[in-house]
């Protein structure tokens, strides 16, 4: 697979671990899963990827890191409905993430 915006061939343990990592935010968004599976599974599947561009990790993980806080906060608090703007956060990041990865697999 050919990633024509870092002219690299992306290798296949990649390509399958961003294609997983949109599925797991796809079964998050259907309420299959919950933001404590989706932050371990992403940072899982983020320690997975080989020879990457460092800046485009950094980017998904400075969104993951905004998961990963609002899970802690949900955690101190009694759950993410009681975080301040805390889907919003979650939807925002997700947001971002999906583009990022997206942008990876065109």
Do not use: P
């Not at 671990?17 to 983020?46: G, P, Y």
């Amino acid at each position: 697979f050919w990633d024509h915006k870092t002219e690299y061939k992306m290798n296949k343990s990649n390509y399958r671990q961003i294609k997983i990592m949109l599925e797991k935010i796809h079964l998050f968004e259907q309420e299959k899963i919950d933001l404590e599976t989706l932050v371990s599974d992403l940072r899982a599947l983020l320690d997975c990827l080989q020879e990457i561009n460092d800046k485009w990790v950094n980017n998904i993980y400075s969104e993951w890191f905004v998961l990963e806080q609002v899970h802690s906060v949900a955690l101190d608090q009694g759950g993410i409905h009681t975080v301040e703007n805390g889907e919003k956060f979650i939807r925002n990041s997700l947001n971002k993430i999906k583009e990022i990865l997206a942008d990876k697999l065109d």
